[in-house]
C-alpha cells in the first residue's frame, strides 16, 4: 500500500501572468517554479507508480491534501499557525514539535489508513461507516485449494 496526496498538478503549474488588467505578481517566479514541478514528472511517475502497484498487487490510495501539513498528529489542531517555517512544525494547541515533512508524512498515512479501512475519501471528514458483516469479510478471504 503507498499513499499519496491526490496533488492537482494541472493547477499547481497554471500561469501566473493573468491580464491586460489585472497582471500576475512574481511571473518570473511562478514560472520557475511550474518548469520544476513539470520536469520533475509528478503526474508521470504518480501514473507509474499506480500502474506498478497494480502489477505486483499493491494499492494505490490518494488522500485529498487539506491541510496535511498543518493538522498535528497528537491533537489533531489545524491551523497554520501549527507551520510557521517550511522546516518546523509546533502544534498551538498541545505544543508537539517535530520536523513539518515528517508530521505531513504522519497525516498522509493516517488517511490512508481511514481511506483504506473505511472508504473514506480523506482526512476531510470522521468516519460514519460501519465495519462491513462478516459474511463479506469472509468471501474476500482467500479460499483453501482442493486437495490433490
Not at 505486483?56 to 498528529?73: D, F, K, M, N
Amino acid at each position: 500500500m503507498v499513499v499519496i496526496e491526490d496533488l492537482k498538478v494541472s493547477n499547481m503549474s497554471a500561469s501566473a501572468k493573468g491580464t491586460v488588467v489585472a497582471p500576475g505578481k512574481n511571473v518570473k517566479a511562478k514560472a520557475g517554479l511550474n518548469k520544476s514541478i513539470l520536469d520533475q514528472g509528478w503526474y508521470e511517475f504518480r501514473r507509474q507508480l499506480d500502474y506498478k502497484l497494480l502489477w505486483r498487487g499493491g494499492a494505490l490510495i490518494t488522500v485529498a491534501p487539506h491541510h496535511t501539513s498543518q493538522e498535528c498528529p497528537v491533537c489533531h489542531f489545524v491551523s497554520p499557525d501549527n507551520r510557521k517555517s517550511q522546516a518546523v512544525f509546533r502544534c498551538v494547541n498541545c505544543g508537539y514539535t517535530e520536523n513539518a515533512d515528517l508530521v505531513s508524512a504522519i497525516n498522509i498515512k493516517a488517511a490512508g489508513h481511514a481511506v483504506l479501512a473505511c472508504g473514506e475519501c480523506g482526512a476531510e471528514r470522521p468516519s460514519v461507516k460501519q465495519e462491513p458483516p462478516r459474511a463479506a469479510v469472509i468471501s474476500l478471504l482467500p479460499r483453501e485449494s482442493p486437495p490433490l
